[in-house]
């Protein structure tokens, strides 16, 4: 049976790329019946579906599900356990064994809780966000009188999910363009952006809701949020409960705006009129969890975790459009005419045949390309592009400067664009899928051996081609905006550590060569060195103490920016989600869970926690031949500072395994006592990184087991 990634590249090759099954099996290596079963049952997610075989407890199934059912409502003392049960099977007839009967029981059950959880006996939590987390997004219907006419409007609610600060604005239509609009407004009243936004399954967002949290979301709004940089969250559906402070909200503005609302003479005075009425309203409303605040005072403490507002979102995207004979142009089921002379959209200096227009909405490129994959060496100014076709041949390999750049990509919309992971990829590869182009991002090592011939960009960018066709080849994530800040922070923050611990060594060097001894100590610098400095008779010469007040100024300074980095990494670890779950973990703080999600880019990139754990490192390298393998020390790959990480955490955690009892205290000890304690905190990190993305993969909250252990 095939996986489901691998599934996911057959239909996308099939049934988007139109393949032919004959080069779709020659790529994958399956039968092309195997091809065609997949595709013909319509299934995405495949299973293997367990037989149905006879068991010798079929003809008392109906018997024993009574009793399972009638047991609960008997006297606790008159109730059987499954053993008594089992006993008395046999006693009818039954030839089989207990554990049999056990395993139906527990199946029984399991579908009891299922059946009672949809019922809704569920006890439902109300949702608390943290400031800057999440805002909340609805339309409604309601109605105004403009420019002398009673017309029914579609109004935007946006609602911040902390501070319940709320924004209303009103349109004809609930189109893509008013969405992105309401957007634009909304955000500049707030002051800022947050991480997160809450949705229901509109049209104008989700093309097609799948199983659990699954969506596919529309290519405009993704482009939006993308470059608003928040995450967009959609609700399951029938769940209004999801987001429903701005369900509230919608009801109370009926209340609070629309009772009274005046007559307007055009809808721009309207949603003049809803902004100002608004930020009104957040002087006067008592904030439903603080009591004693407003909401513009609650929101006033909540503005400095929002994260920075970007230029305002453009829709609009320029496409051209054929004219017809008789000057007539076609967009969207409308047919405009006279675009020639009167049309707004026109571009000058354009032939009679072809125009281009500047359209509110994002249209589909409809290019037609031999081209699949691109590979772009990149460079500060001049970048080298080699596409290849479906038989992997060269169709062009030219140099392009910047400004060209993205124009010749998105002439091949359909291409797969490789690029190695290196310098300015993660900001090509943003932008490109920002456009809606599919991005991959290759290790530089992995090309390597795809180059042939001399080493120029020619041979480079074919070279980075090539490899993006191998299936087995594991690709680095683009790093979101977010991350990209965490490491850029984290990467800050190891320099001002290792220029502060250059000057401190200096000054030790230093010292000792005129009889002045510190203790050891980065903090002894600090509290020895004024006095040194102060003290006349330690034999130190001006020219000497002149040199040593310099560095020690370097080392307030150097501690000064340190713990100014600190602070705003472990802010942004409190802030983020991710981070708050990854930092349940023993042995996991916060620069471990900081490192973590600016590194690890989709955890779902890698099949199971072992290949995880080996991508960071901490699994045994290795050799085999002749069926012969010897397993040897762990293979030190990939990032060293996350796997020094995660073992120094290791290392923590084993100072307090004997204050405990859980399973995981109790195998480490176990582990200890076999192989030794370094080892074992080794095998404590692969534990924990396979932990990790077991979490990371199936969204599920780790909760802490350990307790201590009886004195």
């Given amino acids: 049976m095939i996986d489901v990634a691998l599934l996911s590249v057959i239909r996308r090759w099939r049934l988007r790329d139109g393949l032919p099954i004959r080069e779709i099996s020659r790529r994958t290596g399956l039968s092309r019946n195997t091809i065609r079963k997949y595709l013909k049952s319509q299934v995405v997610e495949p299973k293997f579906a367990t037989p149905k075989r006879a068991s010798k407890l079929d003809a008392f199934e109906g018997k024993l599900k009574r009793w399972l059912e009638g047991e609960p409502r008997k006297r606790r003392k008159q109730r059987r356990n499954l053993r008594q049960m089992s006993g008395d099977l046999v006693a009818l007839g039954y030839r089989g064994s207990y554990d049999r009967v056990a395993a139906y029981a527990r199946a029984w059950r399991r579908r009891q809780r299922a059946q009672a959880r949809l019922a809704g006996g569920g006890t439902f939590v109300p949702l608390v966000f943290a400031p800057g987390e999440a805002f909340q997004f609805d339309w409604s219907t309601d109605w105004a009188v403009i420019g002398g006419e009673r017309m029914t409007l579609k109004v935007a609610h946006f609602k911040l999910s902390h501070s319940r600060a709320f924004v209303l604005r009103a349109y004809r239509l609930e189109t893509h363009e008013m969405l992105f609009d309401a957007h634009n407004h909304a955000l500049r009243v707030f002051g800022g952006v947050p991480s997160r936004g809450l949705y229901d399954n509109m049209k104008t967002a989700v093309d097609r809701i799948g199983r659990g949290k699954a969506r596919v979301v529309n290519a405009r709004f993704q482009a939006m949020a993308s470059h608003y940089l928040f995450e967009a969250t959609f609700c399951n559906p029938a769940s209004g409960w999801e987001k429903g402070q701005i369900e509230k909200n919608v009801q109370d503005a009926r209340r609070r705006v629309w009772h009274d609302v005046p007559a307007f003479a055009s809808l721009a005075a309207l949603n003049d009129w809803l902004e100002q009425r608004c930020a009104a309203l957040w002087q006067e409303v008592k904030h439903p969890e603080y009591k004693a605040r407003t909401i513009a005072e609650v929101w006033a403490d909540e503005l400095p975790h929002l994260m920075s507002l ?80 479906r038989a992997g041949k060269v169709e062009f390999n030219r140099q392009v400067n910047r400004k060209q750049l993205m124009a010749c990509l998105m002439a091949h919309p359909q291409a797969l664009i490789a690029m190695e992971a290196c310098g300015s990829a993660h900001y090509w590869g943003r932008r490109l899928e920002a456009a809606d182009l599919s991005v991959k991002l290759i290790p530089a090592q992995h090309v390597k051996a795809f180059t042939r011939g001399n080493k120029n960009d020619a041979n480079d960018a074919l070279a980075i081609a090539e490899a993006a066709s191998r299936p087995n080849l594991h690709p680095v994530s683009v790093k979101s905006l977010a991350q990209q800040d965490i490491q850029t922070l984290m990467r800050i923050r190891s320099r001002h550590q290792h220029a502060r611990t250059d000057a401190v060594n200096q000054l030790r060097g230093l010292l000792s060569e005129y009889g002045i001894v510190i203790p050891q100590g980065i903090k002894q610098i600090g509290r020895r060195l004024p006095a040194i400095l102060e003290d006349a008779e330690n034999g130190l010469t001006a020219i000497a103490r002149e040199g040593f ?112 009892d859980d399973p995981f205290s109790q195998w480490a000890m176990a582990v200890i006592a076999r192989r030794g304690k370094h080892k074992a905190i080794v095998a404590m990190a692969n534990k924990n990184a396979r932990l990790i993305w077991v979490a990371l993969t199936k969204g599920i909250e780790f909760v802490p087991s350990y307790h201590l252990s009886p004195a």
């Fill in 549 to 660: 007040y310099t560095l020690y100024q370097d080392y307030l300074s150097l501690s000064e920016q340190l713990a100014t980095a600190e602070k705003t990494l472990e802010r942004l670890a409190k802030t983020n989600p991710r981070c708050r779950m990854l930092m349940r973990f023993r042995g996991v703080g916060v620069m471990t869970s900081l490192a973590l999600f600016s590194a690890v880019g989709d955890p779902a990139s890698f099949k199971n926690g072992r290949q995880f754990s080996a991508w960071l490192g901490l699994t045994p390298k290795h050799e085999g031949t002749g069926g012969k393998v010897v397993m040897g020390a762990m293979s030190k790959r990939g990032s060293s500072y996350l796997r020094t990480l995660l073992i120094h955490g290791a290392r923590t955690v084993s100072r307090w395994l004997d204050k405990y």
């Fill in 310 to 389: 970007p230029p305002p979102f453009d829709g609009f995207v320029e496409q051209t459009k054929r004219v017809s004979p008789t000057c007539l142009l076609a967009f969207e089921r409308d047919r405009y005419s006279d675009v020639m002379d009167t049309s707004p959209f026109l571009t000058k200096g354009i032939s009679p045949g072809r125009m281009k227009v500047r359209i509110q909405s994002f249209l589909e490129a409809s290019i037609m390309s031999n081209v699949i994959t691109i590979g772009l060496d990149l460079a500060k100014s001049v970048f080298q592009v080699c596409g290849l076709n």
